[in-house]
């Protein structure tokens, strides 16, 4: 079993800045891709970021040249850097990693959600 445990949201600024976290643990042979997706009140959960083993990275166009995804694989984390926050940045964001536990499996794992509020 894989845990995703997420940190780093809480109350921005616009205009500030925010980074989140997400680390995995438990039974890991390698991670394929990672992803941050966000879920706004009586809306869908939308992809906001995605990167993959080989770093490539995919944004939405709505947080394009403000929002850096980025991973380090000796620690199985992902991060989102959020610059330039707008009030539409506010959802419950969430973590997710494709995990292999071993080199024949892969499942994919969600982190708990961590609320991200932009308001002065």
């Known amino acids: 079993q894989v845990q995703l445990v997420e940190s780093g949201g809480g109350l921005g600024q616009p205009g500030g800045s925010l980074r989140l976290s997400c680390a995995a643990s438990?039974?890991?042979?390698?991670?394929?891709?990672m992803a941050w997706y966000r879920q706004a009140p009586g809306k869908q959960r939308d992809l906001v970021a995605a990167?993959?083993?080989?770093?490539?990275?995919t944004y939405a166009d709505s947080v394009k040249g403000r929002f850096t995804i980025s991973r380090d694989n000796a620690k199985n984390t992902v991060n989102l850097q959020m610059n330039s926050l707008k009030p539409e940045d506010t959802a419950v964001y969430y973590c997710?990693?494709?995990?292999?536990?071993?080199?024949?499996?892969?499942?994919?794992?969600w982190g708990q959600g961590t609320q991200v509020t932009v308001s002065s």
């Open positions: 997710t990693m494709t995990v292999r536990p071993t080199i024949w499996e892969k499942n994919d794992y």
């Open positions: 438990g039974s890991i042979f390698v991670i394929d891709g």
């Open positions: 990167i993959t083993s080989r770093g490539i990275t």
